[in-house]
């Protein structure tokens, strides 16, 4: 189909770094518990449907987690570290959103695909009155997700539909009320 739409929204992170490093040290103290009860006791669908699954590959995989929980443990990780390892870490693997970070400041995702185009336009949206203008000019080919089960493509053209039309205008104000920002990819 083409190019996603990546929507992000500047947030913040009310934690100490203290609290940050605690949160990580638990979330991989808890992958290693996770992976020792895999090397005692395998699952049986992993190994069916992996066949890089081995019992070699588990070993390593214990190492692996015993190292980082060790250097978590014993280093005090930089801000920028924990904000990246808590977004990025913690929440991908919570089913959370994605998260970006420039410097010290977050940005959360949101809105993922709230519009497709083809091709992969290297260009990053940063105001409201920007991303109207790219939405709306033919050229960039922009498409809107259609819920109408009689559309068998499932998509319309920007400006086709004013309800759909409406709904992306709404986030779009909703995501640089919040200096956020759209990239493609």
């Known amino acids: 189909m083409g190019c996603h739409t990546w929507c992000y929204k500047k947030t ?4 100490t770094d203290k609290e940050l490093q605690d949160e990580l ?5 808890n992958r290693l518990e996770y992976a020792q009860r895999e090397l005692k006791n395998p699952s049986e669908e992993m190994e069916r449907f992996y066949e890089w699954y081995t019992q070699e590959w588990r ?3 214990v190492l692996k987690m015993k190292r980082i929980v060790r250097f978590i443990a014993t280093h005090k990780l930089s801000r920028r570290t924990l904000l990246k390892k808590h977004c990025n870490d913690i929440h991908l693997y919570n089913n959370d959103y994605r998260y970006k970070i ?8 949101c809105y993922h695909d709230i519009f497709r185009k083809y091709g992969y336009p290297e260009i990053v949206l940063t105001t409201y009155d920007e991303a109207v203008e790219y939405y709306f000019n033919p050229a960039n080919g922009c ?3 259609d819920n109408d089960p009689f559309n068998k493509s499932g998509m319309v ?5 004013e309800e759909l039309d409406n709904k ?4 779009f104000k909703d995501i640089f009320q919040e200096d956020g920002y759209i990239e493609f990819g």
């Not at 040290?25 to 103290?29: A, C, D, P």
Request: net charge negative; no cysteine; hydrophobic share 35%.
């Open 157 to 161: 053209k920007a400006g086709e539909k």
């Open 25 to 29: 040290l638990k979330e991989f103290e």
């Open 12 to 15: 913040t992170i009310d934690k």
């Open 143 to 145: 498409l809107v997700y």
């Open 102 to 109: 420039s410097e010290d400041v977050v940005y959360k995702g």
């Open 59 to 61: 070993e390593d995989y």
């Open 168 to 171: 992306v205008l709404e986030a």
